[in-house]
């Protein structure tokens, strides 16, 4: 019993999504940032970090799983309604797309390079390049 259990377990955890962090430019005078402040600026509606620099958001691909697990593990929305909301900001005039990135050697080039720069990668692949944002 105790096999099926764990047989189970591995193969519930290795379906899991990956472990995501949001990232930013390693200079950010930001350091924590709020689940709510978050989903504005990945939902395109916040476009300037409190000390007045200008955000420029990088994503990956809808269909990267990376852009899945951080869409729904940390801003806690389908990444379809994010691609809504951007449509809703490109085509009402208001705003534009983030950035897409393909790789996450890509993210971290642009994040580490553009100030004011906010993305995302798995936890596992953070270099000492970019600066990890805590959420709370």
Do not use: C
Request: aromatic fraction near 8%; charge should be positive.
């Amino acid at each position: 019993m105790l096999t099926a259990f764990l047989l189970t377990a591995n193969s519930y955890a290795d379906t899991q999504d990956p472990a995501m962090v949001a990232i930013a430019f390693p200079s950010s005078s930001e350091k924590v940032i709020s689940k709510s402040s978050l989903r504005a600026i990945f939902g395109m509606r916040l476009k300037k970090w409190p000390v007045d620099t200008p955000v420029k958001v990088f994503v990956m691909k809808d269909d990267a799983p990376e852009h899945g697990a951080f869409s729904k593990s940390i801003l806690q929305v389908f990444p379809h309604q994010l691609r809504l909301a951007w449509d809703r900001q490109v085509f009402s005039g208001q705003g534009q797309y983030p950035e897409q990135v393909a790789s996450t050697q890509e993210m971290l080039s642009k994040i580490s390079s553009t100030p004011g720069a906010i993305g995302y990668i798995k936890s596992s692949e953070v270099t000492n390049n970019v600066l990890i944002l805590q959420i709370r």
